[in-house]
């Protein structure tokens, strides 16, 4: 079966601090893979989607940026963090443009 | 623009009842429409996936709807249960452009004992 797996799950950072945040699936091969954002009382922003190892597409402009290095590997980073980027980041995977599937979620808290 | 929006924002039924969930979409070109649970401070349960050639989807006590041409899809819960309490979020995918996700704000369930 398919799992899915986002670390870590709370983080505190200050402003200006860099940030990596992972993501991982097992059980199946060539995913397309998500990372979106939920703000308090909001709905959620669709950040970047992967087709592919090395394929990218942003959705909003913005201080961050994600990376695939392996097929099931899905990294969001930051250089400099801004209080605005407080909030849930919530990885998802999906066959092609079928059921996505959500890992548990980081919480990102910006001091 | 494809907007989503759910209504009511929150609910509060007495354990028992049978209830009805809304999501209304403003573009009828849509690839499929899916409904997810999110308990607090938690990852999202996709529950059902409509897709764009489907009328609807049933899962045990869940049955979802699709009317593309009004823009609307209902989540009906029967015989509601305190463990149904969760937000309750409808996502449409876009047929063009990438096929992004483009999620409602969510309908708050709480099912009294």
């Known amino acids: 079966s398919q799992t899915i797996h986002q670390w870590p799950a709370t983080l505190v950072q200050p402003v200006g601090s860099p940030l990596s945040l992972e993501c991982t699936v097992e059980?199946?091969?060539?995913?397309?893979l998500y990372w979106y954002r939920q703000a308090a009382g909001r709905g959620l922003q669709l950040l970047f989607y992967?087709?592919?190892?090395?394929?990218i597409s942003s959705e909003v402009p913005q201080n961050l940026s994600a990376s695939r290095p392996q097929d099931r590997q899905f990294i969001l980073s930051s250089k400099k963090l801004l209080l605005s980027d407080s909030g849930f980041y919530l990885c998802?995977?999906?066959?092609?443009?079928?059921?996505?599937?959500f890992g548990p979620g980081t919480r990102l808290l910006v001091l | 623009k494809q907007e989503v929006t759910q209504i009511p924002a929150a609910l509060s039924v007495p354990e028992g009842e049978n209830l009805v969930l809304n999501c209304s979409f403003t573009?009828?070109?849509?690839?499929?429409l899916q409904w997810f649970r999110q308990d607090p401070g938690k990852g999202l349960t996709s529950l059902l996936l409509?897709?764009?050639?489907?009328r609807e989807q049933t899962s045990g006590r869940l049955n979802a709807s699709l009317d593309k041409s009004s823009g609307r899809s209902t989540l009906y819960i029967a015989a509601s249960q305190p463990g149904d309490s969760a937000t309750y979020l409808c996502?449409?995918?876009?047929?063009?452009?990438?096929?992004?996700?483009?999620f409602g704000a969510g309908t708050r369930l709480f099912v009294k004992a």
């Open positions: 998802a995977w999906s066959v092609l443009e079928e059921t996505q599937y």
């Open positions: 059980g199946t091969s060539n995913p397309n």
């Open positions: 992967s087709v592919g190892i090395g394929q």
């Open positions: 573009d009828s070109a849509i690839y499929n």
């Open positions: 409509i897709q764009s050639s489907q």
């Open positions: 996502a449409v995918r876009r047929r063009t452009g990438g096929f992004k996700t483009i």
